[in-house]
């Protein structure tokens, strides 16, 4: 079955301090998604990047950095010259194809809190 | 701008209480779930949809059912609360058949059931 890990339940660091959140999954799918959502204090979740288990290039979109390693099944997220903003609940999550449609198989979310 | 909205952002009902949380989306998607988010365990799958009148049970079914009788609208159902049904339930929607795009999520009931 599919497992995401985020083995880091929470964070705390100090403002502009670089920050680095894990995840490690599990599949036996070959073809697969890869995911990260925010969850600010408002509680709904937002979207952040998605990635196709054949695109191992690494992405970058301003201060947010995403780390794919098909090797070691790890796809990391880190933030640069992190901002108060930036605290919220992250989560990884990993795709299933069922019945058609697709299901996420979601890692227990890592609390990260920038203080200033 | 896309939309996912639930009809309470907290409820509390009493133990034994007919429940529904209702999910509408304006995007048109096919496919939509109902997800329970705890403390540790991030969100998990209670039932989904991907078709009206269609439904199929996620990870965590038992005690909840589901109705979904117009493409825009998911209802989650608690046949009757217990406690350990508290907890944040979050809705979401995603579209195509066999959509791998991002899915839209609401912001979330938090229920207590006391």
């Known amino acids: 079955a599919q497992k995401v890990t985020q083995a880091q339940t929470e964070i705390s660091v100090v403002e502009k301090e670089d920050v680095t959140l894990d995840c490690v999954y599990e599949t036996r799918d070959t073809t697969y998604y890869l995911f990260w959502y925010k969850q600010p204090p408002s509680g709904e979740l937002v979207f952040l990047i998605r990635?196709?288990?054949?695109?191992?290039q690494n992405e970058i979109s301003g201060r947010y950095s995403w780390n794919f390693q098909k090797s070691t099944s790890s796809f990391n997220f880190t933030i640069t010259a992190s901002q108060v903003v930036d605290s919220a609940v992250y989560f990884c999550a990993l795709s299933e194809k069922i019945q058609g449609a697709q299901k996420l198989v979601f890692g227990q979310g890592t609390r990260l809190t920038i203080n200033p | 701008d896309v939309k996912v909205t639930q009809s309470s952002r907290y409820l509390v009902k009493r133990t034994g209480e007919k429940v529904f949380l209702e999910c509408v989306q304006d995007m048109d998607h096919e496919n939509m779930f109902w997800y329970r988010q705890d403390p540790g365990l991030g969100l998990r799958l209670i039932y989904f949809s991907y078709d009206v009148k269609m439904k199929e049970k996620g990870d965590i079914p038992e005690g909840y059912s589901v109705s979904r009788e117009k493409k825009e609208r998911f209802s989650l159902i608690l046949e009757s609360a217990s406690t350990n049904q508290t907890s944040m339930y979050l809705c979401?929607?995603?579209?195509?058949?066999?959509?791998?795009?991002?899915?839209?999520f609401g912001p979330g009931t938090r229920l207590t059931v006391l």
């Open positions: 990635r196709n288990s054949f695109d191992e």
């Open positions: 979401a929607s995603t579209g195509g058949a066999l959509s791998y795009n991002e899915q839209f």
